[in-house]
């Protein structure tokens, strides 16, 4: 029983105890709450370390009449041992010199030293660049002001310089950046990003939808100039494409837009092209923007140099200065100005192409969207655009070099076509145009006019060359003139038309239109063809007499290089007395011969002289035969003339016929001798005649018969022999037989050559 008395008087005692302990917390905690409540309602005790501190607190800068910035603080407190002010929710307001402007840095708190002027704000702060509405109040913003985030910033009150170590974050809409370091004067509104300079734009269309990123060792903002200046190296990127330059400037509008882009210092652009590698250079980099972001124009001072390099080739090309006109809110190139001395060179395997003129103007296409990666055209992929045409605007040279074959052509002026494959399709040049041509190790050729046009196949190479207006083709000792000339590629030839003339030191021919092979040295003229052979050229293949030799046709065809020429259809020769007549007529310059073919009729003059002394003979003398010589006429099938020995071959036929008398045979040889001295110069006259094959004589009532006659025109004597030569007189039944006959013409004297001797059979005067 005293147990559980004792056990229930222990419960009893702990539960007492804890009503009490539990009664003494709550009175306790009730004095704590109305102490607390009456400390927070009652005046807060100032700190023995500090001054003061007041509310509201401000102080400004002034130059004249106007402030040139203010600082404000919504709370500061001002400490007595170390000479330093905590201001709280800071704003300083720059107002510049002229009051125009309302930039603001802003943070959360700042440290403010009274004595040096110095203001550090260790936090987050903000920077505001804008410009002030009338009356020096903040302006509506536009969304294009520079707002610049940091920590850690100086403000030295006395210079109105900001500054900070620490990373920055800008925004210049629409390009966002970064660095490392940065200041701003309030004086010259001048902000500054020290190092690590990293810019952003954002794609849209002025960017072809690619992102814009660019970089740069420092970034000067010039609030007052409207400028941005990032240095070097500067490099800024679009997609496949960057441009490098020790220093970039951007001029930029009231809305802080840019509308003038220079990059100076060695700038560089290097783009990948499809499969191709495009890099260019120049001393200055310069593009003008409209208000909405594209580019209007773009200029390159120099020397501006652009090279492109595919797996088959390069291009070079070089000017003193370029020009981009774009194309209206497309930012795509309309066309392009180069100056001063430009230069392009491509080289594709073997061959090679150059262009060189002072100045020269280029149109582009309107460009079309570039495929992505799956193949597919997206609305922000890159459009491509090819050269559409191409004008020099002064004189220009061209030269175009295969592995056999060398073209250069000059103009005042040249204009290409450009085809949808890229390559060149039509070149027109216009005043003084000069192509100048070599094939393998051939003689130069030269063609000359005024007006040009080539045009070219689906490879770029050109195929036909038209040249119009005093053509003038030139190649070693061959010349032509035409009124308009073809170079043809695929046939290698060149054909004037137009009353075209072609000459050689040998001859000149015109025709209605003269076709040449330049490799082959081929020649073919048709329509009215006349050749004159010059004198002094006639030894090597046309000599039927002196003075100049002529030769017209039909037509003509030969090689110059073999020294052969054909005439075709009523050729006819004539030169001094000399004529000859047939269907065609070869002259071969290197043989020194001259083949007739075709009702061949030749006319040489005779040679004439004292006819030999012998018994009972005597020489007659006319007044009216020594002034009209005598003619003799050869018809022929076929003619062969060698200018060396001076002899003329008939064959297939024979007959000759002069008022000597006449000859018929199967050939004949007419032996031609220079003229007597006091004749033309270089003359020729028949001196010999060899009649051979069945031979027939006539002369007046006589007919000779046999294998062989000769006639000598010195002596006026005709000489039979071979067979059995026989002399008939058709008025009476006088007939000589021998082993051979000399009659003369000039008489009836008739030697007979037999077995009994020499004898003469009759003295009968010939009537003439």
């Known amino acids: 029983m005293r147990n559980r008395e004792a056990a229930r008087y222990a419960r009893w005692s702990a539960a007492t105890a804890g009503l009490i302990a539990l009664a003494v917390v709550v009175l306790y905690g009730e004095r704590s709450f109305r102490e607390a409540q009456a400390r927070r309602k009652a005046p807060r005790a100032v700190p023995v370390t500090v001054q003061q501190e007041s509310y509201q607190f401000s102080f400004s800068k002034e130059e004249g009449n106007h ?73 509506p913003s536009t969304g294009r002001g520079l707002e610049v985030k940091t920590s850690n910033l100086w403000f030295d009150r006395n210079t109105g310089e900001a500054s900070t170590t620490a990373p920055v974050e800008f925004a210049l809409p629409p390009v966002q950046g970064r660095g490392l370091g940065a200041s701003y004067s309030s004086a010259d509104g001048i902000v500054r990003v020290a190092r690590d300079v990293a810019l952003q ?63 100076d210092g060695h700038p560089e652009v290097h783009a990948a092209e499809g499969r191709a590698k495009i890099d260019v250079s120049a001393d200055r980099f310069e593009a003008f923007l409209s208000g909405e972001g594209w580019i209007d124009r773009v200029l390159a001072d120099g020397p501006v140099v652009a090279n492109r390099q595919t797996k088959t080739g390069t291009d070079h090309f070089s000017a003193g200065r370029v020009e981009f006109a774009m194309l209206p809110a497309r930012n795509l190139i309309n066309e392009m100005t180069a100056s001063e001395g430009v230069a392009v060179d491509s080289r594709q395997a073997s061959d090679t192409q150059s262009l060189k003129t002072d100045r020269m103007r280029v149109k582009f296409t309107q460009g079309q969207a570039a495929p992505n990666r799956s193949g597919r055209f997206a609305p922000q992929s890159v459009e491509q655009q090819e050269v559409e045409s191409a004008e020099t605007l002064g004189p ?36 003084g145009v000069n192509v100048r041509r070599v094939i393998a190790n051939g003689a130069p050729q030269t063609v000359r006019a005024k007006e040009m046009t080539a045009s070219f196949d689906s490879r770029g190479q050109w195929e036909n060359v ?17 009124a308009h000339a073809t170079i043809a590629r695929p046939t290698d030839t060149i054909t004037l038309d137009g009353s075209p003339a072609v000459s050689d030191s040998m001859s000149r021919t015109t025709a209605a239109n003269v076709t040449i092979n330049q490799s082959s040295g081929e020649i073919h003229a048709s329509g009215h063809v006349v050749s004159t052979y010059i004198p002094a050229a006639q030894n090597g293949a046309v000599g ?118 006449s000859l018929e045979s199967r050939t004949l040889d007419a032996f031609l001798a220079p003229a007597a001295a006091g004749g033309t110069s270089g003359a020729r006259e028949l001196s010999r005649v060899l009649a051979q094959g069945n031979v027939v004589v006539r002369e007046g009532d006589r007919r000779g018969t046999a294998e062989q006659a000769e006639y000598t025109a010195a002596e006026g004597k005709f000489v039979l022999s071979g067979g059995r030569p026989t002399l008939a007189n058709a008025s009476s039944d006088d007939t000589a037989t021998g082993h051979s006959l000399t009659f003369f013409v000039a008489n009836d004297t008739i030697l007979v050559d037999s077995q009994e001797g020499l004898r003469t059979v009759t003295t009968h005067r010939v009537e003439k």
């Not at 040249?467 to 035409?482: C, H, K, L, M, N």
């Not at 030799?549 to 065809?557: K, Q, Y």
């Open 67 to 139: 402030k040139l910035f203010t600082v404000r603080a919504s709370h500061a407190t001002q400490y007595k041992d170390q000479n330093l002010a905590v201001l709280e929710d800071v704003w300083i307001t720059i107002y510049g010199h002229d009051g125009s402007r309302n930039d603001n840095i802003h943070t959360r708190k700042c440290s403010y030293e009274p004595d040096t002027g110095a203001v550090r704000c260790e936090g987050e702060v903000q920077i505001e660049i804008q410009n002030a509405a009338p009356g020096g109040k903040a302006a």
């Open 201 to 263: 734009m954002a794609p849209s269309d002025q960017t072809g939808g690619l992102p814009v990123t660019a970089s740069g060792s420092s970034l000067e903002i010039r609030r007052n100039d409207r400028t941005a200046v990032l240095r070097g190296p500067a490099i800024v990127k679009e997609g496949d494409r960057e441009l490098s330059a020790e220093r970039i400037l951007v001029d930029l509008d009231a809305d802080y837009r840019a509308r003038h882009v220079v990059a």
């Open 396 to 431: 220009a040279t061209i030269e175009s070099k295969t592995a056999n074959e060398m073209m250069m052509l000059a103009a005042n002026k040249f204009e290409a076509q450009i085809g949808a494959n890229g390559h060149l399709q039509k070149l027109l040049g216009h005043g």
């Open 466 to 482: 038209d040249e119009s207006g005093g053509v003038q083709f030139q190649q070693a000792d061959r010349q032509a003139t035409a």
């Open 544 to 661: 039927l007499s002196g003075g100049v030799a002529n030769i017209s046709a039909e037509a003509l065809s030969g090689s110059v290089q073999a020294g052969q020429v054909t005439y075709r259809g009523h050729a006819r020769l004539w030169q001094g007395d000399a004529v000859l007549d047939s269907e065609q007529i070869e002259v071969w310059r290197d043989g020194q011969k001259l083949i007739a073919t075709g009702h061949v009729v030749a006319v040489f003059p005779q040679a004439s002289g004292p006819l030999a002394s012998m018994p009972g003979v005597h020489s007659p003398s006319s007044s009216a035969s020594e002034s009209k010589p005598t003619l003799w006429k050869i018809l022929a099938p076929s003619l062969t003339y060698w200018n060396e020995q001076g002899r003329a071959h008939f064959e297939g036929g024979v007959v000759a016929r002069s008022d000597q008398g």
